[in-house]
DNA sequence: CCACTATTTGGAAACGATTCCAAAATTGTC
DNA sequence: GACAATTTTGGAATCGTTTCCAAATAGTGG
């Protein structure tokens, strides 16, 4: 079933049947309604192959979601596919561990079927940094910042992260905490954990107090297994700690088992906060004190910046998002 | 940059330089090398849409993934993914809410591009089941018993969901629990709880205790606020209930929180159990008991059998997985 | 060295769409 | 009613592969 034989069934040819299909003017009322109910009556899909070949290959959107775990990814992509879709783009996702070799094999798979744009949600940006320059389309880079990292094809949506964590230490501050420890972000480094790193620790000596990154600061993995042992690792070297900040609410979330097991409690003890207001902070025992960034937002701003990349050729943009700190049961004052 | 190019190019003709790029025989050991090379100097990649107009259309195989939220999934697809990746088949994947009309249109789109298999992870089978009957590839459910639903070519692998809840009440009813109430599963029914709650009636009513659906079961979403909604309604109730069996980690999350906020303690005022050792039953407060399903398995036993419905054209198969109870402080014997 | 088979090669046809240009039909004007 | 301008239509050429068949070449045994 293709197109030269709903033409024949039609009474068309295929010049015009390809027009119907493709929305064009130039086609009569007639023709038209004629086309569409053959079309409809034969159940006709047209070959998405032989249509991408001949366009001169357009797959559609291609998205990297690196960190499954990650709800708010998860929340980020259905605005995101939402506006897409308005614009009748489709979008396929791979999603990826955030590791550098199967980052760039995905990467040049998809790149290979040259798709319209790609999408980056999440993941170390000197993972693919290689990767896009092979890399022909527009792409936009969602919760991290291309600005600094100079590909001109490359946009960004992301929020202050610097600022957010700056925000959410003045908070544990205010509440009167001047021991702070903070866990998060990989050993290898991680462009958004190292810029909240640098917020909350500017927070801190603005105060004049003094954060020692060797002692007040220990890297983890973003899951719960890696907040839990940096918790511990954090508090067998500072037992006068009074407050910890997890540079993800995942983190957090072990970290606040780690608390547990040693015998403390949030936030008597010792308060915890997270950063990303995912499920895990809203319904933990204590809810947990965390930084909020509008997903659908975010979303929404990634897929209107790639479709104006894509069709308008509108040049690369970095988009800065707003975020909301959420104070909940897991801080108190001192 | 196309086929004849490098053919003019290696100085052979463009059936070679395909039978080349094919791995297919009878091309000399000479010719392959210089067309590899050229091909390499070139950094050639055939245009895959035009390869698969002429394969009569075969796009890799698609995933879908209904329920983002869901951790075991991520769980299941890094294997899955892995064995077909050594069969050297690429793997889409589509993340969708499980609601009928986003499921039923993102099966048409990929099913319009006529991948060799497609794969249904978690979902609500009867959403997709009229989807079905225009899908002519081989497919696979996952997480989901396909036997009795009569489709020929959709195989199945799973846990026997039954079971595993009967094993689990089982372990409540053997720390002497005999008020016990369910929370979990759609209003609208969903293959996958139905079976559990079935397990776990049964179990309860095998030892001569009443089990009135109307009053000890409270269906809900498949989120925390789920949970936390559902076990409020039953706990108001239902205020004898000494354990509460949420068919779902997420769900257990859930309603952890909201006997939290009765002021009620776990496991000393309440047992509760979840099912699927997700992150969040390993490291709640306390450490939720549930049902460990193996991920790695059941991803693999999905790959294997897709394998072998597309390539050597086996008939659909339904495999069952093992499951595990796991016991942590959640469950207390009374 | 020939006849015959097996291997290697070349290239036309096909896959199913889009795109263009020319032809046909319609509309408008005087 | 004739002619120009415009809209609508048909269909050949094209995109970059694979697949087939025929042709060329290499290999073998007598």
Redesign the interface.
Known sequence: MNIRDIAAKAGYGVGTVSRVINDQPNVSEQARARILTVMEECGY?P????R??KMQ?Q?PVAAFVMG??N?LF?DI??PLQTTLAEANE?L????L?DDADEVRAAIA?QN??HPKGMLFLGGEPRYFAEAFHEIEVPSVLVTGSAADLGFERLSSVTIDNEAAARCLCEHLLEHGHRRIGIIGGSKTGNQTSTLRLAGAVAAIRARGISFDIARDYEPCDF??AGG?EAAQRLLDRNGDLTAIFALGD?IA??A??AI?DRGLRVPRDISLAGFDDT?FS????PRITTIRQNAEQLGRAAARILLANMHDGAPAAHEVGPFELIERESVRAL
């Open positions: 899909e070959n998405s192959n032989a991408y070949l290959s797959t499954v775990g709800r998860g992509l259905g489709d396929v996702v791979t999603y561990d798979y290979a079927r899951h719960e839990y995942v979330f072990g606040l088992r547990v499920s809203q319904y933990a025992v």
